[in-house]
């Protein structure tokens, strides 16, 4: 990322798609310092960003390493630090370190998402900072947690992912196990961070006081296994993997099935849908069977119902099939490639997904999930080069000089 990007347009979609209004975002006035690296603790920071609040990302002096990755190139760090101000900090030095202190001294919220033991260990402890600002909300996530026997275990998301035992329920049966496609331990942990932070925040209104507070990685991903754990205190036995089917048969159908040019999700979560998806496929005979109107007897004829069903599939293109459910009211969605989503028109009138023109190309970015009855989406507009807001930053909320400055970038401290 360079210069040039700054100056480049960015088509915001359908204006009047946009919500709009004069009331300002609710994070409006709220400082927050953002140390979050790769995409747990950046995509928290986002949310806030795009609340409304004054983000500051601080990078170290290689930066962040989401920059520039693999084969993925730098889109992950352009989706999850637009409308932050950027700055780099040596804290591997005295005075790297004392800046950040002074720094959370003017700040609302702090996040990071190191190991446990990283920023103690710099003499960065989460007490060092509520001495320095008794009203801070410091805000840690990891992988397990600050405490526990896992606490100092190595983290990412996929091993995050085997660990939480989501990957035991994954994959076909009678296959191994596989992890899901996405990064879901970070993204998941990192929305729980956003809202324990606001949930902080709120707190602060009231007593006037932070507080120090964290996310684990682990403990974010255990909803997910609500249904896989009923089944265990159900049935005394461990699920195994069942593909794209529900992990206790719950609903029948609940499957994805090959249609003449693609796949398609069906789901049938009542006797009602059931009896709809007959209709649908023109199956009457189906409709009129007695024991099929019953979940336990869908449940009895799994197989042969799901061969059914995937014989009618396969004559139907995926918008035949998804358009004769809508029709009879039964939950279904053709599955979609990344391509399909990025051009998703949808998403696109919402004002969600936004072209933004690059050096590289034009690329769809896209804004916060969230939004404010009110008040308008904030304009996204480009993370900021590596440093940008150094200097401006520092002279703005420590009282710096520009001669101070310079010897700070003399020194390697900025």
Same mark, same amino acid.
């Given at each position: ?227 896989? &754990? #009923?089944? %265990?205190?159900?049935? +005394? /036995?461990?699920?195994?993997?069942? !593909?794209?089917?529900?992990? *206790? ?110 050096? &590289? #190309?034009? %690329?769809?970015?896209? +804004? /916060?999930?969230?939004?404010?009855? !009110?008040?308008?989406?904030? *304009? ?35």
């Amino acid at each position: 990322m360079n210069a040039k990007d700054k100056s480049m347009s960015i088509n915001q979609g359908s204006a009047n798609a946009q919500p709009s209004g004069d009331r300002p975002l609710p994070l409006t006035g709220v400082r927050v310092l953002d140390l979050g690296h790769v995409f747990q603790g950046p995509y928290a920071t986002f949310m806030m960003a795009m609340a409304g609040a004054e983000v500051i990302k601080i990078e170290p002096p290689r930066g962040d390493m989401s920059r520039k990755r693999g084969r993925d190139g730098d889109y992950p760090f352009r989706a999850l630090n637009g409308c932050k101000r950027g700055i780099v900090l040596n804290l591997k030095t005295e005075r790297g370190r004392e800046l950040l202190l002074q720094l959370a001294g003017a700040a609302d919220v702090l996040v990071e998402n190191f190991a446990p033991a990283v920023m103690p260990r710099l003499g960065l402890g989460s007490d060092i900072f509520m001495k320095a600002n008794p009203r801070l909300i410091y805000a840690s996530a990891s992988g397990f947690g600050s405490t526990g026997p896992y606490a100092e275990k190595l983290a990412l998301d996929l091993t995050i992912q085997a660990m939480s035992g989501m990957m035991s329920t994954t994959g076909e049966k009678g296959g191994r196990p596989l992890k899901a496609g996405v990064p879901v331990a970070d993204f998941m942990s990192g929305a729980h961070l956003y809202g324990a932070v606001v949930t902080a925040l709120f707190e602060r209104e009231r007593t006037g006081r932070g507080r120090v507070l964290e996310v684990s990685m682990l403990e974010a991903l255990f909803a997910t296994l609500l249904p896989s &754990a #009923g089944h %265990v205190y159900a049935s +005394n /036995s461990v699920p195994q993997r069942t !593909g794209n089917r529900h992990v *206790a048969d719950s609903y029948v159908p609940f499957d994805t099935f090959e249609a003449s040019d693609g796949w398609v999700a069906i789901v049938c979560a009542t006797d009602e849908h059931w009896l709809n998806l007959t209709e649908a496929m023109g199956r009457t005979d189906l409709r009129d069977d007695p024991a099929l109107r019953v979940l336990h007897g869908r449940i009895e004829r799994i197989e042969a119902l799901t061969d059914e069903i995937g014989a009618w599939a396969a004559r139907h293109t995926r918008d035949q099939i998804t358009e004769l459910c809508q029709k009879y009211h039964v939950p279904s969605a053709p599955l979609r490639n990344v391509n399909e989503v990025l051009d998703d028109p949808h998403l696109r009138a919402r004002g969600f997904l936004t072209d933004h023109v690059t050096e &590289a #190309g034009t %690329v769809a970015l896209p +804004n /916060s999930p969230m939004r404010y009855q !009110g008040s308008g989406m904030r *304009a996204l507009h480009s993370p900021p080069l590596l440093g940008e807001h150094t200097d401006a930053v520092l002279a703005e909320l420590c009282g710096l000089g520009q001669a101070e400055i310079a010897d700070l970038h003399r020194d390697g401290v900025i």
